[in-house]
């Protein structure tokens, strides 16, 4: 049976690990050729690139260390996916980081990187993909955002400004490629579980004095209504169906895979 991004070319950010990682595999399952791109311990990323490389049937995916504040170097990782791979037919802005604190102590230089990960990031990678795409007649832009481009949570100022920011650009692009072949969606995840949330949850137990089921439902997932994590394989299905050959009309558009979060 033919894989649905057979002759397929993407490139995701962020995808060393967690939902950037799922989701280039499951491109990789479903044909496509991908590009690596992230930080991490050296042996993580030879892991992921072995990894997506098999499913695509290559010793090893292409990789790209570019750092998503330095805008020449996201230049460079497009022309290289394009160079290595024959093009970036789709492109998924997955990178970002966080930091939580008071907005009246918040740190200057952790605003700074946040915005320029989680925002900035995806407008240089857009503006470099892009041709390629409408020379081709054909392209898929992929910006995961979160829950919280959507709606707000206290002590994240840069994290919800930078993710209210990305559905903003989404929608201005997708209005510009309307009639080029070329979408452009968001993916609003809520609490997924990755290592990193995952720690997150005995610390809040020997915060609050609970069990750590009990940390998990009631202080971390408080505001999602399953009371369950998202899991990284439901991102990347929604990321193959914004990538495969039926959603030419869902353009400019977010898809809230968050158990429920927004509709409260």
């Known amino acids: 049976m033919a894989k649905i ?14 939902i950037g990682l799922a989701i280039a595999l499951r491109y990789a399952q ?21 990894e997506v490389g098999l499913a695509m049937g290559a010793p090893k995916a292409p990789y790209s260390n570019a750092d998503m504040t330095r805008p020449a170097e996201i230049r460079e990782m497009v022309a290289a996916c394009q160079a290595e791979l024959g093009g970036c037919d789709i492109l998924v802005n997955n990178a970002g980081i966080q930091h939580v604190s008071p907005v009246e102590d918040f740190p200057d230089e952790q605003w700074d990187r946040i915005i320029a990960i989680n925002l900035v990031s995806n407008f240089h990678a857009i503006k470099a993909a892009l041709p390629g795409m409408k020379a081709k007649g054909w392209g898929r832009i992929i910006n995961v955002a979160s829950a919280h481009g959507l709606v707000a949570s206290p002590f994240k100022t840069a994290y919800v400004a930078a993710k209210h920011g990305v559905l903003g650009l989404t929608k201005s692009v997708a209005l510009e490629v309307a009639r080029t072949g070329v979408t452009c969606n968001a993916i609003c995840p809520g609490f997924v579980r990755t290592p990193l949330a995952e720690a997150q949850v005995k610390p809040l137990a020997e915060k609050h ?17 399953t009371k369950k994590w998202v899991e990284v394989e439901e991102i990347a299905q929604a990321a193959i169906y914004l990538a495969g050959p039926h959603s030419g009309s869902i ?12 509709a409260q």
Do not use: C
């Open 251 to 262: 353009n400019g558009t977010s898809i809230s895979v968050d158990g429920g979060w927004v």
């Open 30 to 50: 479903d044909g496509a050729k991908v590009m690596l791109n992230g930080f991490g311990k050296p042996e993580d990323i030879a892991r992921a690139r072995a």
């Open 209 to 225: 004095g609970v069990s750590e089921q009990v940390a998990l439902t009631d202080h971390l997932l408080d505001r999602q209504p």
């Open 5 to 18: 991004l057979e002759g397929r070319t993407a490139l995701v950010t962020g995808s060393t690990s967690g």
